[in-house]
Protein backbone atom coordinates (compact mmCIF):
# COMPACT_ATOMS: atom_id res chain seq x y z
CA UNK A 1 0.00 0.00 0.00
CA UNK A 2 2.66 2.37 1.00
CA UNK A 3 4.79 1.54 -1.86
CA UNK A 4 1.68 1.90 -4.44
CA UNK A 5 0.48 5.28 -2.56
CA UNK A 6 3.44 6.33 -1.13
CA UNK A 7 1.59 9.98 -0.30
CA UNK A 8 -1.79 9.77 0.11
CA UNK A 9 -2.41 13.48 0.72
CA UNK A 10 -0.76 14.57 -2.29
CA UNK A 11 -2.51 12.07 -4.94
CA UNK A 12 -6.10 13.88 -4.55
CA UNK A 13 -4.48 17.43 -4.46
CA UNK A 14 -2.95 16.83 -7.56
CA UNK A 15 -6.34 15.13 -9.38
CA UNK A 16 -7.94 17.97 -7.73
CA UNK A 17 -5.53 20.61 -9.34
CA UNK A 18 -5.93 18.48 -12.44
CA UNK A 19 -10.01 19.11 -12.36
CA UNK A 20 -9.32 23.40 -11.89
CA UNK A 21 -6.81 23.30 -15.12
CA UNK A 22 -9.46 21.47 -17.52
CA UNK A 23 -12.44 23.58 -15.70
CA UNK A 24 -14.87 20.89 -15.85
CA UNK A 25 -16.15 17.33 -14.03
CA UNK A 26 -16.67 14.98 -16.30
CA UNK A 27 -15.69 11.15 -15.28
CA UNK A 28 -13.49 11.16 -18.16
CA UNK A 29 -11.43 13.87 -16.40
CA UNK A 30 -11.87 12.69 -13.11
CA UNK A 31 -10.53 9.71 -14.32
CA UNK A 32 -7.53 11.04 -15.49
CA UNK A 33 -6.87 13.47 -12.57
CA UNK A 34 -6.88 10.51 -10.30
CA UNK A 35 -4.66 8.43 -12.72
CA UNK A 36 -1.99 11.48 -12.57
CA UNK A 37 -2.26 11.98 -9.13
CA UNK A 38 -1.42 8.39 -8.93
CA UNK A 39 1.88 8.65 -11.40
CA UNK A 40 3.18 11.55 -10.13
CA UNK A 41 3.78 11.11 -7.05
CA UNK A 42 5.33 7.66 -8.04
CA UNK A 43 7.34 9.07 -10.18
CA UNK A 44 8.64 12.01 -8.52
CA UNK A 45 9.03 9.73 -5.35
CA UNK A 46 13.02 10.89 -5.19
CA UNK A 47 11.87 14.46 -4.51
CA UNK A 48 9.60 14.07 -2.36
CA UNK A 49 11.61 11.90 0.88
CA UNK A 50 9.66 13.37 3.68
CA UNK A 51 6.21 11.33 4.25
CA UNK A 52 3.25 14.56 4.60
CA UNK A 53 0.57 13.91 7.48
CA UNK A 54 -1.77 16.50 8.61
CA UNK A 55 -2.46 15.77 12.59
CA UNK A 56 -5.07 18.00 12.64
CA UNK A 57 -7.28 19.26 9.28
CA UNK A 58 -9.09 21.34 11.34
CA UNK A 59 -6.34 23.76 12.37
CA UNK A 60 -4.89 23.28 8.78
CA UNK A 61 -8.21 25.30 7.69
CA UNK A 62 -7.91 27.76 10.16
CA UNK A 63 -4.19 28.27 9.43
CA UNK A 64 -5.01 28.82 6.31
CA UNK A 65 -8.00 31.25 7.11
CA UNK A 66 -5.62 33.12 9.56
CA UNK A 67 -3.11 33.45 6.55
CA UNK A 68 -5.23 34.89 4.25
CA UNK A 69 -6.62 37.18 6.47
CA UNK A 70 -2.92 38.00 7.55
CA UNK A 71 -2.12 38.50 3.84
CA UNK A 72 -5.05 41.00 3.00
CA UNK A 73 -4.24 43.47 5.90
CA UNK A 74 -0.10 43.10 4.78
CA UNK A 75 -1.02 44.40 1.68
CA UNK A 76 -2.59 47.78 3.19
CA UNK A 77 0.30 47.93 5.58
CA UNK A 78 3.05 47.77 2.92
CA UNK A 79 0.93 49.89 0.48
CA UNK A 80 0.89 52.61 2.94
CA UNK A 81 4.58 52.02 4.25
CA UNK A 82 5.43 52.65 0.68
CA UNK A 83 3.73 55.58 0.20
CA UNK A 84 4.90 57.28 3.54
CA UNK A 85 7.94 58.56 3.99
CA UNK A 86 11.05 56.18 3.52
CA UNK A 87 13.43 57.68 5.30
CA UNK A 88 11.17 56.98 8.72
CA UNK A 89 10.83 53.40 7.91
CA UNK A 90 13.09 51.23 10.94
CA UNK A 91 14.07 48.22 8.59
CA UNK A 92 15.59 45.18 10.35
CA UNK A 93 16.84 41.83 10.26
CA UNK A 94 15.63 39.62 13.20
CA UNK A 95 17.09 35.98 14.10
CA UNK A 96 13.91 33.77 14.46
CA UNK A 97 14.86 30.80 16.69
CA UNK A 98 12.74 27.45 15.57
CA UNK A 99 11.28 25.08 17.29
CA UNK A 100 10.03 23.37 14.36
CA UNK A 101 12.12 20.50 12.24
CA UNK A 102 10.41 18.95 9.03
CA UNK A 103 11.42 20.41 6.03
CA UNK A 104 7.74 20.84 4.71
CA UNK A 105 6.69 22.83 7.85
CA UNK A 106 9.65 25.34 8.03
CA UNK A 107 9.54 26.03 4.63
CA UNK A 108 5.59 26.63 5.05
CA UNK A 109 6.38 28.95 7.98
CA UNK A 110 8.92 30.60 5.98
CA UNK A 111 6.25 30.85 2.62
CA UNK A 112 3.77 32.65 5.48
CA UNK A 113 6.59 35.33 6.73
CA UNK A 114 7.33 36.40 3.31
CA UNK A 115 3.69 36.62 2.82
CA UNK A 116 2.69 38.79 6.10
CA UNK A 117 2.90 42.11 7.08
CA UNK A 118 6.52 43.48 6.29
CA UNK A 119 8.36 40.70 6.70
CA UNK A 120 10.31 38.49 4.41
CA UNK A 121 12.46 35.72 5.44
CA UNK A 122 15.47 35.83 4.01
CA UNK A 123 17.69 32.62 4.68
CA UNK A 124 17.74 29.21 6.45
CA UNK A 125 20.53 28.64 9.23
CA UNK A 126 22.82 25.78 8.32
CA UNK A 127 21.76 24.01 10.96
CA UNK A 128 18.20 24.93 10.71
CA UNK A 129 17.68 26.35 13.93
CA UNK A 130 17.40 30.02 12.86
CA UNK A 131 15.38 32.04 9.98
CA UNK A 132 16.76 35.58 9.31
CA UNK A 133 13.97 36.89 8.45
CA UNK A 134 14.12 41.09 7.40
CA UNK A 135 11.08 43.38 8.80
CA UNK A 136 10.23 46.63 6.84
CA UNK A 137 9.37 48.75 10.06
CA UNK A 138 9.72 47.10 13.31
CA UNK A 139 10.74 48.99 16.07
CA UNK A 140 10.84 45.66 18.77
CA UNK A 141 12.25 42.80 17.55
CA UNK A 142 11.23 40.41 20.37
CA UNK A 143 7.65 41.39 20.15
CA UNK A 144 7.80 40.15 16.06
CA UNK A 145 9.54 37.13 16.82
CA UNK A 146 6.82 36.26 20.20
CA UNK A 147 4.22 37.16 17.43
CA UNK A 148 5.39 34.79 14.41
CA UNK A 149 6.19 32.38 17.15
CA UNK A 150 2.68 32.60 18.28
CA UNK A 151 0.79 33.03 15.45
CA UNK A 152 2.54 30.82 13.17
CA UNK A 153 4.61 28.15 14.45
CA UNK A 154 2.89 27.41 16.79
CA UNK A 155 -0.21 26.33 14.56
CA UNK A 156 2.16 24.48 12.54
CA UNK A 157 3.59 22.73 14.85
CA UNK A 158 0.45 21.42 16.04
CA UNK A 159 -0.24 20.24 12.55
CA UNK A 160 2.62 18.60 11.25
CA UNK A 161 4.81 17.35 13.96
CA UNK A 162 3.18 16.99 17.78
CA UNK A 163 0.87 14.03 18.14
CA UNK B 1 -24.26 46.19 -10.03
CA UNK B 2 -21.63 43.74 -11.40
CA UNK B 3 -20.83 46.16 -13.22
CA UNK B 4 -19.49 48.49 -10.32
CA UNK B 5 -18.10 45.20 -8.22
CA UNK B 6 -15.74 44.34 -11.12
CA UNK B 7 -14.54 48.15 -11.67
CA UNK B 8 -14.22 48.25 -7.36
CA UNK B 9 -11.83 45.18 -8.00
CA UNK B 10 -10.38 45.70 -11.48
CA UNK B 11 -9.38 49.81 -9.93
CA UNK B 12 -8.04 48.14 -6.37
CA UNK B 13 -6.11 45.47 -7.63
CA UNK B 14 -4.60 48.00 -10.67
CA UNK B 15 -3.55 50.25 -7.68
CA UNK B 16 -2.56 47.90 -4.97
CA UNK B 17 -0.18 46.75 -8.28
CA UNK B 18 1.24 49.97 -9.10
CA UNK B 19 1.83 50.63 -5.02
CA UNK B 20 3.52 47.18 -5.37
CA UNK B 21 5.99 48.74 -8.27
CA UNK B 22 6.29 52.24 -6.92
CA UNK B 23 7.84 50.45 -4.00
CA UNK B 24 11.00 49.64 -6.25
CA UNK B 25 11.29 53.42 -7.04
CA UNK B 26 11.00 54.89 -3.57
CA UNK B 27 13.11 52.11 -1.21
CA UNK B 28 15.88 52.44 -0.15
CA UNK B 29 18.00 49.35 -0.33
CA UNK B 30 17.50 45.84 -1.84
CA UNK B 31 16.12 44.39 1.41
CA UNK B 32 13.45 46.89 1.64
CA UNK B 33 12.68 46.73 -1.74
CA UNK B 34 11.49 43.31 -1.90
CA UNK B 35 8.50 44.19 0.14
CA UNK B 36 7.02 45.69 -2.68
CA UNK B 37 6.51 42.56 -5.11
CA UNK B 38 5.92 40.01 -2.30
CA UNK B 39 3.02 41.62 -0.79
CA UNK B 40 1.42 44.78 -2.40
CA UNK B 41 1.14 42.47 -5.54
CA UNK B 42 -0.78 39.23 -3.78
CA UNK B 43 -3.46 41.50 -3.11
CA UNK B 44 -3.77 43.30 -6.11
CA UNK B 45 -3.01 40.26 -8.31
CA UNK B 46 -5.79 39.03 -6.65
CA UNK B 47 -8.61 41.17 -6.81
CA UNK B 48 -7.94 41.23 -10.75
CA UNK B 49 -8.12 37.53 -10.85
CA UNK B 50 -11.71 37.64 -8.25
CA UNK B 51 -12.93 40.10 -11.29
CA UNK B 52 -11.87 38.03 -13.91
CA UNK B 53 -13.40 34.54 -12.30
CA UNK B 54 -16.65 36.90 -11.82
CA UNK B 55 -16.84 37.89 -14.91
CA UNK B 56 -16.30 34.89 -17.22
CA UNK B 57 -18.58 32.93 -14.78
CA UNK B 58 -20.84 35.54 -15.62
CA UNK B 59 -20.51 35.81 -19.17
CA UNK B 60 -19.95 31.96 -20.16
CA UNK B 61 -21.74 28.82 -19.52
CA UNK B 62 -20.34 27.28 -15.91
CA UNK B 63 -17.95 28.94 -13.38
CA UNK B 64 -14.64 29.97 -14.18
CA UNK B 65 -11.88 28.49 -11.36
CA UNK B 66 -8.38 28.84 -13.51
CA UNK B 67 -7.96 32.08 -11.25
CA UNK B 68 -8.44 30.29 -8.14
CA UNK B 69 -5.17 28.00 -9.35
CA UNK B 70 -3.81 30.97 -10.35
CA UNK B 71 -4.16 32.20 -7.17
CA UNK B 72 -2.64 29.04 -5.11
CA UNK B 73 0.24 28.73 -7.28
CA UNK B 74 1.05 32.61 -6.92
CA UNK B 75 0.64 32.42 -3.53
CA UNK B 76 2.84 29.59 -3.16
CA UNK B 77 5.65 30.69 -5.63
CA UNK B 78 5.78 34.58 -4.65
CA UNK B 79 7.88 33.81 -1.02
CA UNK B 80 10.01 31.30 -2.51
CA UNK B 81 11.30 33.86 -5.31
CA UNK B 82 12.11 36.31 -2.79
CA UNK B 83 13.51 34.41 -0.69
CA UNK B 84 15.88 33.58 -2.86
CA UNK B 85 16.47 36.52 -4.15
CA UNK B 86 17.15 38.29 -0.62
CA UNK B 87 19.27 34.65 0.45
CA UNK B 88 21.31 35.52 -3.10
CA UNK B 89 22.00 39.26 -1.76
CA UNK B 90 23.03 38.51 1.53
CA UNK B 91 25.68 36.44 -0.10
CA UNK B 92 26.68 39.25 -2.15
CA UNK B 93 26.57 40.80 1.15
CA UNK B 94 24.62 43.90 -0.28
CA UNK B 95 24.54 47.14 1.71
CA UNK B 96 21.68 47.06 3.68
CA UNK B 97 19.90 50.12 6.22
CA UNK B 98 18.69 47.43 8.92
CA UNK B 99 21.68 46.31 11.19
CA UNK B 100 22.51 42.34 11.08
CA UNK B 101 21.86 40.35 14.23
CA UNK B 102 24.29 39.57 16.60
CA UNK B 103 25.04 35.88 15.28
CA UNK B 104 27.56 34.58 12.98
CA UNK B 105 24.71 34.17 9.98
CA UNK B 106 27.22 36.28 7.67
CA UNK B 107 29.67 33.66 8.44
CA UNK B 108 30.06 31.75 5.07
CA UNK B 109 32.98 34.14 3.72
CA UNK B 110 34.50 34.98 7.73
CA UNK B 111 33.46 38.43 6.96
CA UNK B 112 31.92 38.90 10.83
CA UNK B 113 34.39 40.97 13.49
CA UNK B 114 35.00 39.23 16.89
CA UNK B 115 32.85 42.00 18.74
CA UNK B 116 29.59 40.66 17.22
CA UNK B 117 30.42 36.53 17.97
CA UNK B 118 31.19 37.44 21.36
CA UNK B 119 26.86 37.61 21.83
CA UNK B 120 26.51 34.43 20.07
CA UNK B 121 27.08 31.69 22.46
CA UNK B 122 24.23 33.09 25.50
CA UNK B 123 21.77 33.93 22.75
CA UNK B 124 21.66 30.84 21.43
CA UNK B 125 21.55 28.96 24.99
CA UNK B 126 19.20 30.82 26.10
CA UNK B 127 16.97 30.66 23.20
CA UNK B 128 17.21 26.94 22.54
CA UNK B 129 17.10 25.72 26.36
CA UNK B 130 13.82 27.66 27.33
CA UNK B 131 11.47 26.69 23.93
CA UNK B 132 8.99 29.51 24.90
CA UNK B 133 8.31 32.58 22.68
CA UNK B 134 9.56 35.71 24.47
CA UNK B 135 7.27 37.68 25.64
CA UNK B 136 7.66 40.83 23.87
CA UNK B 137 9.24 43.51 26.22
Known amino acids: MARLLPHPILSP ?51 IGLLLIDIIMANFTVARLILGDPDRLKPIFVELPLDLTSDLAISLLANSITLTPGTVSARLSEDRRYLLVHALNEADPDALIATIKRRYERPLQEIFELC | MLEYLLSFLILTGATLTFIGSLGLLRLKDFYMRLHGPTKATTLGVGSLLIASALFFSSHNAGISLHEVLITVFLVITAPVSAHLLAKAALHLNLHSFAKMPAKSTKGEDGADDDAMDTQTPEEKSSSSDTHVPRKPV
Do not use: D, H
Open chain 1, 13 to 63: TLACLWLLLVNSITPGQIFLGLLLGWMIPLLTLRFWPEAVTIRKPLTLLRY
